[in-house]
């Protein structure tokens, strides 16, 4: 992060959200951009690539391992050191706040005959990696996790690695691909089972940068297959921009009277869509305009006025296609009529926060009636009346972006604005987003 104190804020009441706005480029999409680029044998061109903090962690760790990652005017381009080509780094791999880019590094570096020290900050290294070490391990790669199997880790790669056929135990993208990128530098089929599927981009992309990969259903789960060792060809990626992001404006734009506003270019891909149809369950106006396909994912701009929401239960079967919109869906929630109720959210207290207490906590302390289950919250709307604000007391993020972000969103719809207690977080995945949010609503 940009400074080393905390940066509060004040998010004061404002009037409609209106006009065109453009959400940066998806972080999932952006991470993995860069490290298929790095794999790849030659040049690869990348196209609206997110700036957060996040990738550029990931950024700052393909240079280490010996892979040209540069700003040329809008694009990046990347030369790639080939499939098991990364050079041993010389120092800590430093992931920042970006759970995305450890687990997946893990994944890369567990098939390399490497051994690397990965650090994150006070939230990171809070953060479970026992999910990535098990598999991981049976294919071959060594660990030394601190306390808890977190981070500081060290990890010494097996080349080359065992192929194994893995059931994820708890649906993660970041575990599912952790898997697969190991498997490209392993000989022979490495399978990892989704009893419940999370978002592909890992399979769309590789699939884009030539690697032999299939996929399917088998008696009601998804199978992906990868065959290693994979040869990579450098290709131009556009990315789209990020659903998470476009959801703090849909939801800011659904609460606050008045507003009409068009969000362009929002990635729309199904396992990542979940937030827009609960939203729409709830009665939020979305339409879907200039629907299309950008870089292998669908895109479209999205309108969205404000409406009346209503309380819903929301089915956890759709979960993990919306598994970081739960904070700000908590927000729509309490200004619905009547009550939400979210189950089956466990992941949530595992991610950049405790997610479930941190919300339940922001929430009430902004005025709203919640009540915190083990795994959800139950939300007493307001039927429209703004929420309350915050009195004396900040909000607390705890380090996660999505907590100051949706707080922030909460504080438009409220009499008496939201004061946050440190935004700098919110630079890890949404550079530019008070501004945003300020140049939206009047
Ligand atoms: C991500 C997967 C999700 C999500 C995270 C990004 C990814 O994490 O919460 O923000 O890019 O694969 P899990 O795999 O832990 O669910």
Redesign the pocket.
């Known amino acids: 992060m940009t400074a080393d104190t905390p940066q509060p804020r004040h998010f004061a009441p404002r009037g409609p959200l209106t006009g065109r706005i453009r959400v940066p480029g998806d972080?999932?999409i952006s991470?993995?951009a860069l490290m298929f680029s790095a794999l790849a044998v030659g040049r690869s061109r990348i196209s609206g690539l997110l700036e957060g903090e996040d990738v550029l962690a990931t950024a700052a760790a393909l240079r280490a391992m010996g892979a040209t990652v540069e700003r040329n005017g809008e694009d990046w381009i990347v030369d790639g050191v080939g499939v098991g080509g990364f050079l041993q780094p010389q120092g800590a791999l430093e992931m920042g706040n970006s759970?995305?880019s450890t687990?997946?590094f893990l994944g890369l570096l567990a098939s390399q005959g490497i051994t690397a020290v990965l650090t994150g900050d006070a939230s990171l290294s809070k953060r479970p990696m026992g999910?990535v070490i098990d598999p991981l391990s049976e294919m071959g790669a060594r660990f030394e996790p601190s306390p808890g199997g977190t981070l500081p880790l060290l990890i010494e790669g097996m080349e080359p690695a065992v192929p194994i056929t893995y059931r994820l135990p708890?649906?993660?993208?970041?575990?599912?691909?952790a898997v697969l990128l190991a498997g490209l530098n392993t000989p022979g089929i490495t399978t990892v089972i989704e009893p419940v599927p999370?978002?592909d981009?890992?399979e769309r992309m590789l699939a884009g940068f030539g690697a032999q990969l299939d996929t399917g259903e088998e008696d009601g789960e998804r199978v992906v297959r990868i065959h290693g060792p994979a040869d990579l060809k450098p290709c131009n990626v556009t990315v789209p921009g990020d659903p998470?992001s476009a959801a703090f404006f849909a939801v800011a734009a659904s609460i606050v009277p008045g507003s009409d506003l068009v969000i362009e270019n929002v990635g729309l891909n199904p396992t990542r869509a979940g937030i827009f149809t609960v939203l729409r369950q709830m009665g939020a106006d979305i339409e879907e305009l200039d629907a299309r396909d950008v870089g292998g994912e669908p895109v479209a701009d999205l309108r969205v006025r404000h409406a009346a929401l209503s309380g819903v239960e929301v089915d956890p079967a759709i979960a993990?296609s919306m598994?970081?919109e739960f904070p700000v869906l908590f927000v729509a929630a309490t200004l619905a009529e009547g009550t939400t109720v979210t189950t089956g959210l466990d992941?949530l207290r595992?991610?950049e926060s405790d997610r479930l207490a941190a919300m339940a906590a922001a929430l009430a302390e902004a005025g709203a009636k919640v009540k915190e289950m083990p795994d959800g919250l139950v939300i007493h709307g307001s039927g429209g009346k703004p929420l309350r604000g915050t009195t004396d007391t900040a909000v607390a993020t705890h380090l996660d972006h999505r907590i100051a972000m949706s707080m922030a969103v909460a504080g438009l719809a409220s009499s008496n604005g939201v004061e946050i207690d440190d935004v700098r977080p919110i630079a890890t995945s949404f550079p530019g987003f008070a501004a945003l949010l300020y140049g939206a609503s009047a």
């Open positions: 972080k999932s991470h993995r759970g995305t687990r997946l999910r708890v649906a993660s993208a970041q575990v599912k691909s999370t978002r981009h890992t998470s993990p598994i970081d992941e595992v991610k």
